[in-house]
């Protein structure tokens, strides 16, 4: 009788309890995510509000007589663009991309647009994937994505080796949107482990603008590769927050408010440190600028602002329950807020009149504050016990270079013979990797040794 008489006690206590999670879920906001960021400086926010025009001019058929450029225009000199690949080009393997020589900012670019609903071929880049498929180098990363990007290595290798040859303080930059900038990073971490291919590049020199990222890498990858790559989110974007593998995103497309939903609260049931502990589990990748341009319980657009870290917990592990959150996805909102948030940020710079000396010291020195940043991410992933961080050697960059040069012998060792038939960047990846036991790709022994 008294165990028949508690049930309505447990009925209530249950029935409070999922009231206080449907509060708190209803009152998280986008803001909540990057609370605690520090704010981004208009010289590192710079390539942003660009990288998102050169993505749009991906679209245009004739740069030369754009039909949709956006206010100013894209910013680019037909007379400069070195090549142009749409879906005919690519045979579907990949998304169109251009590769465009930036002389004005010393600037070699490769844009990649994003998804296109209408092409079969895009959707099974996404479906070419399943939780812990692909490992690289010691991490996991989506298959579809990094098999498409070595598919644009094996196309464009020599023609990136040539102008990174003859303009050899050029930087070069990967920049994407949504399942672009998914191909966008997976080039940047497979350009970065076999840099000799391309003229023994500076690590330093490789750049990659990620908008309105896919989860493309798991947590230790997309820590150790942020002084690489830069990720961009508009506010509420539900395509970074969202665990759900991208291939059954949208093979339940025409359903995808319901899924998220259901996602959102199974992922608010899960605890943190065991989402940290997963290794198959696949994140944003690297530094992360999250635009914040709506404040919660108010009307409107405030004027934006941007926040940037290199968080390893509370990165974007939330979807936000809001009725933007497949609207800030569109490159066109992001590129017009990149853009409003860059000259608020000029106009405050102009404001207090720095001068130049100023500004080349404040340089140096967000440089300096990323790097100590960056190595404390790492540092932190190791407390977290996410699986196979590490942190940054002691001895400094000797090291650094050390382990550089080891992945450079191992990829030379492979094809330094030029009487070797030319190998695809896809057979590299699989010259350097191999299945172990339980069947997931490691590095060969044979070479770690």
Same mark, same amino acid.
């Given at each position: 009788?008294?165990?028949?008489?508690?049930?309505?006690?447990?009925?209530?206590?249950?029935?409070?309890?999922?009231?206080?999670?449907?509060?708190?879920?209803?009152?998280?906001?986008?803001?909540?995510? +990057?609370?605690?960021?520090?704010?981004?400086?208009?010289?590192?926010?710079?390539?942003?509000?660009?990288?998102?025009?050169?993505?749009?001019?991906?679209?245009?058929?004739?740069?030369?007589?754009?039909?949709?450029? *956006?206010?100013?225009?894209?910013?680019?000199?037909?007379?400069?663009?070195?090549?142009?690949?749409?879906?005919?080009?690519?045979?579907?393997?990949?998304?169109?991309?251009?590769?465009?020589?930036?002389? !004005?900012?010393?600037?070699?670019?490769?844009?990649?647009?994003?998804?296109?609903?209408?092409?079969?071929? !895009?959707?099974?880049?996404?479906?070419?994937?399943?939780?812990?498929?692909?490992?690289?180098?010691?991490?996991?990363?989506?298959?579809?994505?990094?098999?498409?990007?070595?598919?644009?290595?094996?196309?464009?290798? /020599?023609?990136?080796?040539?102008?990174?040859? @003859?303009?050899?303080?050029?930087?070069?930059?990967?920049?994407?949107?949504?399942?672009g900038s998914g191909v966008a990073a997976m080039l940047a971490l497979?350009?970065?482990?076999?840099?000799?291919?391309?003229?023994?590049?500076?690590?330093?020199?490789? #750049?990659?603008?990620?908008?309105?990222?896919? #989860?493309?890498?798991?947590?230790?990858?997309?820590?150790?590769?942020?002084?690489?790559?830069? +990720?961009?989110?508009?506010?509420?974007?539900?395509?970074?927050?969202?665990?759900?593998?991208?291939?059954?995103?949208?093979? +339940?497309?025409?359903?995808?408010?319901?899924?998220?939903?259901?996602?959102?609260?199974?992922?608010?049931?899960?605890?943190?440190? @065991?989402?940290?502990? !997963?290794?198959?589990?696949?994140?944003?990748?690297?530094?992360?600028?999250?635009?914040?341009?709506?404040?919660?319980?108010?009307?409107? #657009?405030? *004027?934006?602002?941007?926040?940037?870290?290199?968080?390893?917990?509370?990165?974007?592990?939330?979807?936000?329950?809001?009725?933007?959150?497949?609207?800030?996805?569109?490159?066109?909102?992001?590129?017009?807020?990149?853009?409003?948030?860059?000259?608020?940020?000029?106009?405050?710079?102009?404001?207090?009149?720095?001068?130049?000396?100023?500004?080349? /010291?404040?340089? &140096?020195?967000?440089?300096?504050?990323?790097?100590?940043?960056?190595?404390?991410?790492?540092? #932190?992933?190791? %407390?977290?016990?996410? *699986?196979?961080?590490?942190?940054?050697?002691?001895?400094?960059?000797?090291?650094?270079?050390?382990?550089?040069?080891?992945?450079?012998? &191992?990829?030379? %060792?492979?094809?330094?013979?030029?009487?070797?038939?030319?190998? %695809?960047?896809? !057979?590299?990846?699989?010259?350097?990797?191999?299945?172990?036991?339980?069947?997931?790709?490691?590095?060969?022994? +044979?070479?770690?040794?």
């Open positions: 009788m008294s165990i028949l008489c508690g049930i309505p006690l447990l009925e209530c206590v249950y029935c409070l309890a999922c009231a206080r999670w449907a509060w708190k879920r209803c009152l998280h906001t986008a803001g909540h995510d +990057s609370e605690t960021w520090g704010l981004a400086t208009a010289e590192e926010f710079e390539p942003v509000p660009r990288m998102c025009r050169y993505i749009l001019a991906v679209y245009e058929d004739d740069l030369r007589n754009p039909l949709w450029a *956006p206010p100013g225009g894209y910013g680019i000199n037909p007379d400069w663009l070195l090549l142009r690949k749409t879906y005919e080009d690519t045979g579907g393997r990949a998304p169109p991309y251009i590769l465009y020589l930036d002389h !004005d900012h010393a600037d070699i670019v490769l844009a990649i647009r994003g998804l296109n609903l209408a092409k079969e071929s !895009d959707y099974q880049l996404l479906l070419d994937n399943k939780l812990g498929k692909k490992k690289f180098d010691g991490g996991y990363v989506h298959n579809g994505l990094l098999k498409a990007a070595g598919r644009v290595l094996d196309e464009e290798c /020599e023609v990136l080796k040539h102008q990174v040859e @003859k303009y050899p303080n050029y930087t070069l930059t990967f920049a994407g949107h949504s399942l497979v350009v970065v482990q076999n840099r000799d291919q391309l003229a023994n590049i500076d690590r330093k020199r490789v #750049r990659c603008y990620a908008i309105a990222p896919a #989860r493309c890498m798991s947590l230790n990858l997309a820590v150790r590769y942020a002084d690489v790559i830069n +990720s961009v989110v508009l506010q509420d974007d539900f395509l970074p927050r969202t665990a759900t593998p991208l291939e059954d995103i949208f093979k +339940s497309l025409f359903c995808l408010p319901c899924i998220l939903c259901l996602r959102c609260m199974r992922d608010t049931c899960i605890p943190e440190q @065991k989402m940290i502990r !997963d290794p198959r589990r696949l994140y944003a990748p690297g530094r992360l600028y999250h635009i914040v341009e709506r404040k919660p319980l108010r009307l409107g #657009r405030f *004027p934006p602002v941007v926040r940037t870290a290199v968080p390893v917990d509370g990165r974007f592990e939330h979807i936000v329950l809001s009725c933007n959150a497949t609207a800030d996805h569109a490159i066109i909102w992001i590129e017009k807020e990149a853009q409003r948030a860059f000259n608020l940020m000029q106009e405050k710079d102009h404001t207090m009149e720095i001068p130049e000396k100023q500004k080349m /010291e404040r340089q &140096e020195t967000i440089a300096r504050e990323h790097t100590q940043e960056y190595n404390a991410a790492l540092h #932190r992933a190791v %407390s977290l016990s996410v *699986p196979h961080a590490f942190a940054p050697s002691p001895y400094g960059t000797f090291a650094e270079e050390r382990g550089n040069s080891s992945h450079e012998g &191992e990829s030379s %060792s492979l094809l330094s013979s030029k009487k070797q038939a030319r190998e %695809s960047w896809n !057979d590299l990846i699989e010259r350097l990797f191999e299945n172990d036991d339980s069947g997931h790709i490691v590095f060969k022994k +044979s070479l770690s040794t």
